[in-house]
Structures are given as C-alpha cells and as structure tokens.
C-alpha cells in the first residue's frame, strides 16, 4: 500500500511544545459561564451556516483567554468554528466543553474540527429525541390541562421545568470540560494520526449530512396519457440514486466554489432566486 | 371587548421577550401556555389566557422545529388565541383556530429571516479572518435584534392595529410564495456543506464522504448516529492502519542503522 503521505506541509508541530506545561487560560467559572453563553447558541441561526455564528460567540470569551495575544491563532480558531453546525441547544454544552478543553490544549485543529463534525449531527439527534419528542409533550400535557382548569400551577409548574433544563447546561458543560482534558492528555502523542482520524469522521459525517439536510425534490410529472403519468422524483431521479440532486447540487456548488472562485455571497443569491422561481413554475 | 393602546404596546413588548427566547429556544416562554398566561394577564382577564394556552400548548405539543422544519409560530398563536377569545367572544378551540392565520404569517417571515441571515455570514467569516470578535457580536446581535423589532411590529398590528388587513395579507400570500422559502431552506445549506468541504476536503478523504453520504441515504433514520459509528470505525481504520505502518517503518529504520556498512540512506 503506498503510503498515504500525511498532508502537513509545515503546519504548527510547535503546538505540543508551548503550551502543554504551562498550566491552564481557563477556570471552573470560565467553563460555567462557556455553558450559560450557549444561550446565544441561534444568535444569528440562517439557512447556510445554521447556528455556526452563535456557536462562535458562545465560545469567543474562552478562545480569548486561550489565545491571548495570538491573533493568528484566534484567527484561526474563530474560523473554524464559524463552520456549519446544528445540533440541540439543550445539550449543546457538552460539544463546547468538550471542544473548549481541546482549544485550550491547542489540539490539532483538525482533530478539533473533525470531532466537532462528527458529535453535532448526533448530538442533535438525541437532543430532539429527549427534549422535543419525549419530555415536551409530556410537561405540556400535564401542565396543560391544569391551566385549563385556570389553576395557576400549570403555567408557573410549565416554566420551573424549562428553567430546571436550562440550569442542566452547566453541567452539560463541565462534563464535556472534564471529558476533553482527560482525553488530550491521551491524543497528545499520536496528535498527527488522531487528527488524520478525526478528520475521515468528519467528512463520513459530512456525506450523511448532505443526505439528511440538503432536500431537493422535483415535482414536475410528465404524463405519457390519462393513465401513465412518470414523476420525475419518484420514478427517475430517486431510481437512480436516492439524493442524488442534493448531493450533485452540493458538488456543483464545491466546485464553482474550489475551481472557479465564485464568491458565497452569488451562490446564495442565484440559489434562494432559483428556489422561489422553480417553486413558481412547479418544478420544484 | 376591544385592545387598548396600552395593551397593544404591553403585548408587543412581551411578544419581543417571548420572541427572542423562541429564537434562542432558551427557557420556553415562547410557548403558547406561558405566551397565552400572559397575554391574559396584560388583557385583564388571566383564566381566559390559560385556558386559551393550555389549549394552544396542548395543540402545539406535536408540532416541532426538529430537523429544521419551522411549525407555525407558537408565540403568535398563544398571544392571538387569547386576544381573538377576548375581542370576538368565540370559545377557547375557536379562537385557536382563528388564531392559525397569524400564526403561519409569523412562521413565513421567520423563514424569509433564515434565508436572509444567509448573507450576514460573508461579513462574519470575513470577521473571524481578522480575529475581529466585535463584529462577529455585532452580527449576532443585529440579527437577533431585527428578529425583536419584527415581534414587535407583528404583534401590535395583528392585535392592536389591523387585525383585518393581516389575516387579509397571509390568505392573499400565494401558496408558491412560502413554499419557496421551504424550498430555498432545503438546498441553502448546500453552500455551507461546499464552504466546508472547500477547506477540508482531499483525495483522500472521498471515499470516506461517499460512504457517509450512501449510508444515510439508505438508512431510513431520523439520526445520523449510525453514520457517526461508522465513522468511527473507519477512522479507528485508518488510525490502526497509520500505526501499524509507522511501527514498520521504525523496524525497517533500525534494521537500516544495524547494517551500517552501507551509507546510501543519508539523502533525505
């Protein structure tokens, strides 16, 4: 097998040497107050980046105090993490303490993206299994029915709960503090191979994401007679490939992008017209 | 019983509180059982506002923003339900449903905001490039503001101002209109899965892409879990692969250093 040669060409080694014995830019209440800034976690929520802007101003004040003085490195740092992101804002905690304790470590920035990547989706899944599919319906029905009855409980019961939750995010966030530093500590001496690791999870994780959030689906029907009629979804596009439109659309857009270098501002612009005019037409 | 100015105005600025915590799905006061409470405390009449929001609440309990689709507006439902039962008279149930109206015109420009906020993230990346943490606030505080004043504004119309005109305005919205927004939100986050790819994407990592992307197209699932372990077992792959390969190149080494007889080794 020929050797998949590592694709660092000179990026920072120096990491492991600066910062690893002096001890750390963050205390218990910085990551106390990392978990109650994810609040801001849909600051800026749109349909392109999703909660990628909140995410960034949840973690700034800690990446602040890691990078000090080294604005190239919080440069970095802050573009990173401005990179797409959707997940549960109840739990989301975990995923910035987790992450923070590999930034203050100044883990490979790839190690830190690909896991970033890679816990989100899932994290966002078993966020809305609990939150919104199993516990909202049952605090809304209980306290529901008492409001009903004009009893007060119901809607003061109703806020205590959600207050309770919001309340779990500080520990949500130094579980994931705690996680993360006993985890660099073990990353450290294989931190190339990790980061190589982490980052084949990461773009798995990115070829489920194109399939689950990028929806394109074709509405326009060709009809042969009065009884054949061929929807070009169901019988064309989805017997070929299921997804396969998201996924060229995706492409497309990688490659005006990568090769052409158009700028993101005209993709979106050409993408939200071209939604409205093909919704216009039918065709989508 | 008609709205006063006062009320209108205690009602918009309570929408604004219930609506940015809706945006920021904080501490669910934006949920038609807390929005209804309150609606019939600022109305004078607290028992109409929770029964109007309890029933709202128990409507809304099934309908959730998961997976990014946008359910109509739960703060406009709660706040309309109880004002609508105040004003006309009709029954809790019925004053829900004539609420829907404002409700689903409330979800229409949430989801223009959605793809509109798109364009806030040129100047955000620009920002994190230059380390610029003030603008990267700023931008998350303008886009958060702009969602407030919108609660605002909506909310004083539909309850104080022009309660006609707005449900007038939502049944004349052509249904192509809002379905475009759906559609527009469906495939934007294509630009931002390129953007991504853009940085992070080699040869090498392709094949790993195909196999993510074919795994979650097959697997009829709500969570990209399975997708994830998957993941993980290539990447322990690769790692084991990385280590094993390493560890033969220092034998190999060793063996060289033993036989030093030989001195072609020292080019690199």
Not at chain 1, 237 to 243: A, E, G, H, T
């Amino acid at each position: 097998m020929a050797s998949s040669a590592p694709d660092k060409s000179g990026t920072p080694d120096a990491t492991s040497g600066i910062s690893a014995g002096t001890g750390k830019a963050l205390t218990s209440s910085d990551v106390t107050k990392l978990g109650l800034r994810t609040l801001f976690l849909q600051a800026s929520f749109n349909y392109e980046r999703m909660q990628a802007g909140g995410f960034l101003v949840t973690q700034l004040p800690a990446l602040q105090k890691i990078y000090k003085d080294d604005k190239k490195g919080l440069a970095a740092a802050m573009t990173d993490n401005l990179e797409f992101i959707n997940t549960s804002p109840h739990i989301v905690a975990f995923l910035n303490g987790l992450l923070i304790a590999m930034e203050e470590a100044h883990e490979d920035r790839k190690t830190i993206k690909g896991l970033k990547l890679a816990l989100f989706a899932p994290l966002a899944g078993i966020g809305d299994a609990i939150y919104w599919f199993t516990l909202l319906p049952i605090v809304a029905g209980v306290c529901s029915s008492m409001a009903m009855e004009g009893n007060p409980v119901g809607p003061l019961l109703f806020f205590a709960v959600y207050v309770a939750i919001f309340c779990m995010r500080i520990f949500w966030v130094h579980l994931g503090y705690d996680l993360g530093t006993r985890a660099v500590s073990k990353i450290r001496e294989a931190s190339e191979k990790v980061a190589k690791a982490a980052t084949v999870l990461g773009c798995t994780v990115i070829g489920g994401l194109i399939a689950s959030y990028v929806k394109i689906s074709v509405a326009s029907q060709i009809v042969i007679n009065k009884d054949v009629t061929i929807k070009l979804q169901g019988d064309f596009f989805d017997k070929i490939l299921p997804n396969l439109l998201p996924f060229g659309y995706v492409f497309l857009m990688y490659y005006l992008l990568k090769k052409k270098q158009v700028s993101p501002v005209i993709l979106i612009v050409v993408t939200f017209v071209l939604a409205i005019a093909l919704s216009f037409l039918g065709v989508l | 019983m008609a709205i006063t100015l006062g009320q209108g105005v205690a009602l918009a600025v309570m929408a604004i509180i219930c609506g940015i915590d809706f945006w920021l799905e904080g501490f669910y006061i934006f949920r038609p059982i807390i929005v209804g409470t309150l609606t019939g405390i600022i109305i004078g009449d607290a028992p109409l506002g929770m029964m109007c929001g309890g029933i709202t609440e128990l409507a809304f309990a099934g309908l959730t923003p998961a997976g990014g689709t946008q359910p109509p507006n739960p703060v406009l439902a709660g706040v309309m339900a109880t004002v609508l039962a105040h004003t006309t008279g009709t029954d809790a149930k019925g004053a829900m449903a004539l609420a829907l109206p404002f409700s689903f015109l409330m979800q229409y420009i949430i989801l223009f905001c959605y793809s509109a906020f798109s364009f806030f993230m040129r100047g955000a990346d620009e920002a994190a490039a230059k380390a610029d943490v003030h603008k990267i606030n700023l931008i998350n505080i303008e886009c958060t503001a702009i969602i407030a004043l919108l609660y605002g504004i909506v909310v004083f119309l539909c309850a104080f101002v022009a309660q006609d005109a707005m449900k007038a305005l939502v049944e004349a919205m052509p249904a192509w209109l809002s379905h475009g927004f759906e559609i527009a939100g469906g495939i934007l986050p294509a630009v931002g899965f390129a953007m991504l790819l853009k940085v992070m994407l080699k040869k090498e990592f392709m094949p790993f892409l195909l196999i993510g992307f074919i795994m979650a197209s097959f697997l009829n699932f709500s969570n990209l879990l399975p997708v994830a372990v998957i993941g993980i077992a290539l990447a322990l792959f690769v790692y084991t692969q990385d280590e094993s390969r390493d560890a033969a190149v220092k034998k190999a080494l060793a063996g060289i250093k033993v036989a030093q007889e030989e001195d072609e080794e020292d080019g690199i």
